[in-house]
């Protein structure tokens, strides 16, 4: 039996955070890096549990994309993953699930940056890849981020939005999508 809650990072105690820290760092295989980590903070978490064991996680924190002269409040998408011997089962699609009420009822839009491995996930749950070029406003302009380009995936709401067009994102340490 698998209980998925979510709660902000002010309301997860040290252990918590740890435990989804550890997760996260096997799920990607020691790929995660101290920023990667840090992005996943400061918004809502989506935990799976089964058996009082911490066996997945997503998390959405806001964030500012510039699109069509807007600055669009984004809930943007982090530390998507469950545990190795956990998968297939659904576990992922009720993480998403459980993320994307939090977007579709607090933002303009979703945004994420995907794994090939989540592909089919995001986008049987509506999600629609960024087909323009991205960039980041960096304390020193606009940089093309062309190693992003393909991997953007949005969820459309209540902003207009052309898939072809340009999306920038605003800057921080780190991956910047
Ligand atoms: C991507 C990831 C989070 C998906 O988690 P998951 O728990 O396996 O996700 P789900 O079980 O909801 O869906 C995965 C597949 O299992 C299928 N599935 C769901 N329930 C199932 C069940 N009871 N029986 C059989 N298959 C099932 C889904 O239809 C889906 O199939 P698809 O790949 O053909 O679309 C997981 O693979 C992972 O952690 N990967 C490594 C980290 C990563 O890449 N994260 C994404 C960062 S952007």
Request: with cysteine; aromatic share 6%.
């Amino acid at each position: 039996m698998t209980d998925i809650r979510t709660a902000h990072t002010a309301e997860l105690d040290a252990s918590t955070l740890r435990a989804a820290r550890i997760l996260l760092a096997d799920v990607f295989e020691g790929d995660m890096t101290d920023e990667d980590w840090e992005h996943a903070l400061g918004g809502i978490h989506a935990l799976a549990w089964e058996d009082g064991e911490l066996i997945g996680h997503a998390s959405v924190v806001q964030r500012r994309l510039l699109h069509g002269g807007r600055a669009l409040r984004t809930g943007y998408v982090e530390g998507v993953g469950v545990r190795a011997d956990r998968r297939r089962r659904g576990v992922g699609g009720a993480l998403m699930d459980a993320i994307e009420r939090v977007v579709r009822s607090a933002y303009d839009l979703g945004a994420l940056g995907a794994t090939d491995e989540a592909l089919r996930l995001y986008t049987a749950h509506g999600w629609k890849r960024w087909e323009g070029p991205t960039s980041a406003l960096t304390p020193g302009g606009i940089v093309r981020t062309e190693e992003a380009d393909g991997a953007v995936y949005v969820l459309p709401l209540s902003a207009p939005l052309d898939l072809s067009g340009e999306l920038t994102c605003d800057w921080r340490e780190g991956d910047v999508w």
